[in-house]
């Protein structure tokens, strides 16, 4: 049975193509596994807040106040969301070159020394059990190639963060040049379903 979070972190709710495309990919979990299980986080609709000066110490150090438990608490929830699952999926729009902040707020609730990461004489270790996650990206130009590719701090920093607590088989699926009208639009989330097709088999078939 595969167990999956996904995150979607777009603000435009039903307008938003990576919650679409995020939509169309649990239905295709769910056509070739009917006892799938799948939790869904819309960090857009429902952000996790941004650490502030008076909870960061829920999280970087040893929580004492009543804010800084609730966030410690917060961030317990979150990892153990993460777990107990197989398989993660990102829905991540491109805002201004990079992640939306709601999706960077949840990385900053879960990267935690000693929890989901710690460093040895070898250099940071993740302790994330999960492995596989799977990123749609959605992004108004064109960034995988060409002169834009320096621009692009969305995917890399995603790569980063992932890597830094163990996940590590990693697919990052795009759907790109959305601004340049609706052929474009109809071109690039046709590519970016049938490729998420793919990745629904291997899942499934290396779960099996």
């Known amino acids: 049975m595969t167990k999956a979070l996904i995150l ?84 991540a729009p491109m805002y201004n070159f990079g992640m939306p902040s709601s999706l960077k707020a949840w990385f900053d609730y879960i990267l935690r020394a000693g929890v989901t990461f710690r460093y040895t004489e070898n250099g940071p270790e993740g302790l ?23 621009m692009d701090s969305q995917e890399p920093h995603l790569r980063t963060l992932l890597g830094f607590m163990g996940v590590t088989d990693v697919v990052f699926v795009r759907a790109e040049k959305l601004g340049f009208g609706p052929e474009a639009v109809q071109a690039a989330v046709d590519g970016a379903i049938a490729e998420l097709n793919g990745c629904a088999e291997r899942e499934l078939a290396l779960a099996a």
Do not use: Q
Not at 131 to 147: C, Q
């Open 8 to 91: 979607n972190s777009a603000v435009t709710g039903e307008a938003s193509i990576s919650n679409r495309l995020t939509g169309e990919f649990a239905a295709r979990l769910r056509e070739r596994d009917p006892a799938a299980r799948i939790v869904t986080r819309d960090l857009g609709a429902r952000p996790v807040p941004h650490l502030l000066p008076e909870t960061v110490a829920g999280i970087r150090a040893t929580a004492a106040t009543d804010a800084e438990k609730a966030a410690l608490a917060l961030s317990d929830e979150l990892v153990d969301e993460l777990r107990d699952i197989d398989l993660l999926v990102i829905g």
């Open 128 to 150: 994330l059990p999960v492995k596989k996650a799977v990123v749609i990206e959605t992004r108004g130009g064109l960034y995988s190639e060409g002169p834009a590719v320096a």
